[in-house]
């Protein structure tokens, strides 16, 4: 042998043989094709709204992604404020409006992560009946013509779309992959070819430090987010220890993450979680925790991923006070 050493060769032939003793279900040996490049919006939390001007910026915000040319979007949640609580009539003005919004961007793809203020009447104080033709998620679903969760390609990459959201017996929500999502997930990421280019988007963050920075007078949000650590509210995944054993062994590049308006990335076991801030901010009434409204863009090329958050100009007509200076960062 020239270029090939005997030792070299023992060594490729080994980690071959052991790549052909994996079972078939563990992992698909199919070759992946090669990631190509493109650019990722993910944009989260819109809160759509006719009130605070909401509408007026989230036409803005589409307006800023559009001028960046992405090849897709993802939509993180919480599309409108709230079709968890609101009555029928204004949850369906909600859902009209921001459709109406969106097609601003029509022509870029757009795929959509549901939230937990997009689960239709889930909350009492709605009014909305378990046997409406649209409660829970269903309203999801028929607005935007797609399941709660799913994959798809595009470019050499695979995308992995969660539903982090499950309705409680007293219609609230944990957040939580359930065990039917499990068993796919598990089934889906043994299905992609090995090394090939991961991202997975959730509303709610799986991996996040936010807890450790709840400030100490936001009692509501503190409160939330101590529960969480004990798994007893949504902040955070509830379940993520069942959860990140799944992503052992594939080439998971970035998961996009939203739900508590904050831009913040944390690096565990070799994968970024990007939470991104939000389009509405503080619900738009300013920053939230320092993160000033907007989206986070990526760059995907040669299966590797580089991202930096994007503001778009808005300005709170009455911002609260934010504990924390505003400075978005770049990754």
């Excluded at 493109?38 to 709204?49: G, S």
């Excluded at 998961?255 to 831009?263: A, D, E, P, Y």
């Amino acid at each position: 042998m020239s270029s090939l050493t005997r030792r070299n060769f023992l060594s490729l032939s080994a980690a071959t043989s052991a790549a052909l003793a994996l079972p078939t279900s563990a992992y698909s040996l199919t070759l992946p094709a090669a990631p190509g490049n493109l650019r990722l919006i993910f944009f989260t939390d819109t809160h759509n709204q006719p009130e605070l001007n909401a509408n007026e910026g989230t036409t803005l915000a589409f307006a800023k992604i559009r001028s960046l040319k992405p090849d897709l979007c993802i939509q993180g949640g919480d599309h409108a404020f709230d079709l968890a609580a609101a009555p029928r009539d204004r949850s369906l003005m909600l859902l009209d409006l921001y459709q109406k919004t969106e097609r601003s961007l029509d022509g870029i793809p757009i795929h959509h992560v549901i939230g937990n203020h997009d689960v239709f009447g889930r909350d009492p104080a709605s009014n909305i009946t378990l046997t409406d033709p649209l409660y829970g998620k269903k309203a999801f679903e028929q607005t935007f013509k797609t399941k709660t969760y799913r994959s798809f390609d595009q470019a050499g990459y695979h995308f992995i779309l969660l539903d982090s959201i499950q309705i409680t017996a007293d219609r609230g929500f944990d957040a939580m992959i359930d065990d039917a999502q499990l068993a796919w997930l598990k089934s889906d990421l043994a299905a992609t070819p090995i090394g090939t280019p991961i991202i997975i988007a959730t509303h709610v963050p799986i991996v996040s430090a936010a807890p450790q920075y709840s400030p100490p007078d936001d009692k509501a949000a503190t409160a939330i987010a101590y529960q969480q650590i004990t798994h007893l509210h949504g902040f955070l995944l509830g379940n993520a220890p069942t959860v990140l054993p799944l992503f052992h062994g594939h080439n998971i590049i970035a998961v996009l993450q939203g739900h508590t308006h904050i831009n913040e990335v944390v690096q565990w076991q070799g994968i970024p979680f990007i939470t991104s801030g939000a389009v509405c901010g503080n619900w738009w009434r300013g920053s939230r925790w320092g993160t000033p409204e907007g989206f986070t863009v990526l760059e995907l090329a040669n299966g590797k991923a580089h991202w930096h958050y994007e503001t778009y100009g808005w300005k709170a007509t009455n911002p609260l006070p934010d504990p924390y200076a505003s400075s978005p960062t770049t990754a």
